[in-house]
């Protein structure tokens, strides 16, 4: 198994939790959930540094 980085198993869990909350039809949960992980994605990712980026 790969070993993502911290910012895209962020994203991935939250994308499934916000297709869970849009099958309950509760869609102002959904967005809520995206907004924080956009939020944290982008946090972790700058945590990171440039690690990872071809210089």
Known sequence: MENFPKYYTCLFNSITDAIEAIQHQNYIAAQDIL???Q???E???LADG???IPG
């Open 35 to 37: 907004i924080k992980a």
């Open 39 to 41: 939020q944290e994605a």
């Open 43 to 45: 946090e972790l990712y």
């Open 50 to 52: 440039d690690e990872g």
